[in-house]
């Protein structure tokens, strides 16, 4: 994980999860320690597919 600062912004973090495949992030998102107030702190969630290099 890698957690980003923007510059010019306060209060905001980005934060890059590499997972091994999307059926990882599934089963993470399925513990039971995971707490759903998360989703509720987060401005917006999305998936972005890229080639590495």
Not at 17 to 45: F, G
Request: aromatic letters at 6%; glycine letters at 2%; proline letters at 6%.
């Amino acid at each position: 994980m890698a957690v980003f600062a923007p510059d010019g912004t306060e209060n905001s973090l980005v934060l890059n999860e590499l997972w091994r495949d999307a059926a990882s992030l599934v089963v993470h998102r399925e513990q039971p320690n995971y707490p759903e107030e998360t989703d509720a702190l987060c401005i917006s969630k999305r998936v972005l597919h890229a080639t590495l290099i």
